[in-house]
């Protein structure tokens, strides 16, 4: 049985003064940053056909299709 390849890709993201921000306008800045991606990354998932796995937290799992060694 021939095996399926695929491409896999880590984005790592982080927001400079996400702390202060959150602060000063925590409606405002989760509204900004889902539109950012809304615009600018979710238009390349799709162009992809890739998928996220995971959006939250300040370390993310790969998913297991992703080999050990490249973890």
């Not at 989760?30 to 998932?45: N, W």
Request: hydrophobic share 30%; aromatic share 4%; no cysteine.
């Amino acid at each position: 049985m021939a095996s399926t390849r695929r491409l896999a890709a880590i984005l790592a993201a982080d927001v400079a003064g996400y702390s202060r921000l959150m602060g000063a306008d925590e409606e405002g800045t989760h509204e900004r940053l889902k539109a950012h991606r809304r615009e600018l990354v979710d238009p390349k998932i799709s162009e992809h056909s890739g998928r996220i796995v995971k959006t939250t937290g300040d370390y993310n799992q790969p998913p297991p299709e992703i080999p050990q060694r490249w973890r």
